[in-house]
DNA sequence: GTCCATAATGAATGGTTATTCATTTTCTTG
DNA sequence: CAAGAAAATGAATAACCATTCATTATGGAC
């Protein structure tokens, strides 16, 4: 009673207090892919929460505080998926890189809102040094990893002329890009086609290990 | 004196007005690339541009109407330089595309300010219509005609396995994605290694008609 | 030089919005 | 159940900002 009763109290409580914050989380994310960055408020978020107009500076004592963790929110979630696909024993190397590929076209990773809010802290970023450190910090991990992934390849297969380093780059740039596609103009381009793209991008970097797209 | 006295007159007075329109613009560019999008304010503007509060509601009517003619400003003059190089009769097809390259990389399109300001749209383009609609103009352009060209390359070379539309797909999203490495972290990309993922991806696509760049 | 049309100014206005905090509600503990 | 702490509420506040418009400056025509 006495020393088991203070653990589940404060438990309970704190877990409580994440539960809340991650509703308020959502409920931005949910704003800023509908109205934008610039125009999204207080009054929207927690309307959009159902919650009251005091309780986002009750969590997160103001609303800049809550836009930096709700795109830290993003960027851990992405990087997340990434990791276990890193660390996963039973994938070979190019297994590995089709895994990601597939990872960067799924559902979880690409509905149009998540893209919006990813574009959206982009374009302020410049201005807010501390968004463009969260940016850059997942776009390390990505380069440092994929980098090792081609690296392996090229001594697996005959692949003299490319450069690993540049090829993780280009890797990286030619999602943003598609990305960007997505959101801008998903009447012209389809998560299809997208996935065709990066596969011809693979199969012309390591033709020994990856397969030509179906479709020419 | 009679009618040669009413031309000057008007084009005096209406070069006049566009020449502060232009002025109007060029500060809004600066102002959005140094504070964001959403912070910038119509003071901020003005002052800028050296004049009085409420100069821009009696050139632009609105604040929002100034925001859409700058990023069509910035589009136009991307758009003009690249229309150059398609009707430049001199150029070969893969002459062109060398052309555009160097021109995707120049220090009239990506200096940081520029950048700042494309993204900063983009990053609301989802929420705004009418941003996006400006966007997916100049995308449009680019996409016919770097299609056009590198199936042109298919024809005159060996190049069985190229898509052409997926590779003018894949070349515009790569630079898209390299603009916004060199926007988030320029201390790890700069424009010479961006360079070289693009010849390296010409290169990969048609060996024949690029060279491999110089260091692998 | 005078007049007049046009351009520019910036103080005042009104609407919007983040933040505060006195009050109320909810939940835990004994 | 009582009491008290923690969480939540939302009306009030204060700051900010786009827009307006009465007033002033400018420059060309005669």
């Given at each position: 009673m006495h020393t088991s009763a203070i653990k589940p109290a404060i438990t309970a409580r704190s877990a409580s207090k994440q539960a809340r914050r991650n509703q308020l989380i959502k409920a931005t994310l949910h704003c800023i892919a509908r109205k934008g960055l610039s125009s999204t408020t207080m009054a929207d978020i927690t309307q959009q929460a159902g919650?009251?107009?005091?309780?986002v500076n009750l969590h997160f004592v103001s609303k800049e505080r809550l836009l930096i963790e709700t795109l830290?929110?993003?960027a851990d979630e992405y990087q997340q998926g990434l990791e276990t696909i890193y660390s996963d024993q039973t994938l070979n190397v190019s297994a590995k890189i089709r895994a990601q590929a597939?990872?960067?076209?799924?559902?979880?990773?690409?509905?149009?809102?998540?893209?919006a809010v990813w574009?959206?802290?982009?374009?302020?970023a410049k201005a807010r040094p501390t968004y463009s450190a969260i940016c850059a910090e997942y776009d390390d991990l990505v380069a440092r990893n994929l980098t090792a992934l081609f690296d392996n390849l090229k001594r697996a297969g005959d692949y003299d002329n490319i450069n690993p380093a540049r090829a993780a780059r280009a890797y990286t740039a030619l999602t943003d890009g598609l990305w960007l596609d997505l959101l801008i103009s998903p009447r012209k381009l389809s998560v299809t086609k997208a996935r065709e793209v990066v596969n011809d991008f693979l199969f012309s970097q390591f033709p020994q290990h990856f397969k030509l797209p179906t479709t020419i």
């Amino acid at each position: 009673m006495h020393t088991s009763a203070i653990k589940p109290a404060i438990t309970a409580r704190s877990a409580s207090k994440q539960a809340r914050r991650n509703q308020l989380i959502k409920a931005t994310l949910h704003c800023i892919a509908r109205k934008g960055l610039s125009s999204t408020t207080m009054a929207d978020i927690t309307q959009q929460a159902g919650l009251s107009l005091g309780i986002v500076n009750l969590h997160f004592v103001s609303k800049e505080r809550l836009l930096i963790e709700t795109l830290q929110y993003v960027a851990d979630e992405y990087q997340q998926g990434l990791e276990t696909i890193y660390s996963d024993q039973t994938l070979n190397v190019s297994a590995k890189i089709r895994a990601q590929a597939n990872y960067d076209f799924s559902k979880k990773i690409i509905n149009r809102d998540k893209l919006a809010v990813w574009f959206a802290f982009w374009g302020e970023a410049k201005a807010r040094p501390t968004y463009s450190a969260i940016c850059a910090e997942y776009d390390d991990l990505v380069a440092r990893n994929l980098t090792a992934l081609f690296d392996n390849l090229k001594r697996a297969g005959d692949y003299d002329n490319i450069n690993p380093a540049r090829a993780a780059r280009a890797y990286t740039a030619l999602t943003d890009g598609l990305w960007l596609d997505l959101l801008i103009s998903p009447r012209k381009l389809s998560v299809t086609k997208a996935r065709e793209v990066v596969n011809d991008f693979l199969f012309s970097q390591f033709p020994q290990h990856f397969k030509l797209p179906t479709t020419i």
